[in-house]
């Protein structure tokens, strides 16, 4: 009986690593630990009980520790690349004239192509407010005193 119960252990250990909820694999190791179990024993229903209380007290207990580590909370997330400097401040260095398509700012050290918020026109020296990114463009607005 021990080789279905290695043979069951390989097919969770399998499904863990096709699935993400890291569940599956507390089935796998009450597979191995029922496995030796029956070494000492041939009664099925021993055998059974102790991969089902096993299984259940495995997951039990490492829920809440699991859960810590696996958080579904999309609030946390930080925001990277282009996306982190919307919401920042920046100084245009080149005027931003919305009709010809030029105009550059420099934020945290790096200078950005830039387009005014509804295609308005910023001078050099203006301390603006980026909105968004579109593409390569940092569409701003500028800071009211």
Known sequence: MW???LIASG????AEIITTGFLVFWL???GLITMCVSFFTDNLIIQ?????VLSALLILATKPFVKKFV???TDKTEKTNAFS???????VI???DSINGVGQIKVDGEVWSAEGINGSNIEKGTEVK???????RAIVEPISK
């Not at 097919?11 to 399998?14: L, N, S």
């Not at 400097?85 to 100084?91: H, L, S």
């Open 3 to 5: 080789q279905f119960w």
């Open 11 to 14: 097919i969770f250990f399998i």
């Open 28 to 30: 796998g190791v009450s």
């Open 48 to 52: 059974t009980s102790v991969f089902v």
């Open 71 to 73: 958080s579904k909370d």
């Open 85 to 91: 400097i919307i919401g920042k401040k920046a100084i």
């Open 94 to 96: 080149k005027d931003i």
């Open 130 to 136: 980026i909105s968004k990114i579109d593409g390569v």
